[in-house]
């Protein structure tokens, strides 16, 4: 079993930046690819980056050169650093481990999700 707690959220303005955290527990990232998804209001949750246990990595069009994920092993964390934040960026962001090693872009690939940080990017 694996315990996922993200923190990191918060108000920010267009055009800044902001990195999220998130903390595993139970069993070590070494046997889990991880990634980040985000839902916003009505909205389906929707991927946004994925990291392989060999450190491969995937991105969504929406935030490719702009948001990067990495992860330190060590303390068991995965990170999200977000750059260049557009009001669209709105949402409550997830993070997820799978129980295979490599990158996956659906939630139904998913199988541990943390409780969510919220994310808000004003005009």
């Known amino acids: 079993q694996v315990q996922l707690v993200e923190s990191g959220g918060g108000l920010v303005q267009a055009g800044g930046s902001l990195r999220l955290s998130c903390v595993a527990s139970?069993?070590?990232?070494?046997?889990?690819?991880m990634g980040w998804f985000r839902q916003a209001p009505g909205k389906e949750r929707e991927f946004v980056a994925s990291i392989s246990r060999i450190g491969g990595r995937v991105t969504a069009n929406s935030v490719k050169g702009r948001f990067t994920i990495f992860t330190d092993n060590y303390k068991n964390m995965l990170f999200l650093e977000m750059n260049s934040l557009k009001p669209e960026d709105t949402a409550l962001y997830y993070c997820?481990?799978?129980?295979?090693?490599?990158?996956?872009?659906?939630?139904?690939?998913?199988?541990?999700w943390g409780q969510g940080t919220q994310v808000t990017v004003s005009s």
């Open positions: 139970g069993r070590t990232f070494g046997t889990y690819a």
């Open positions: 997820a481990a799978r129980a295979a090693s490599t990158v996956a872009t659906t939630t139904a690939d998913y199988d541990y």
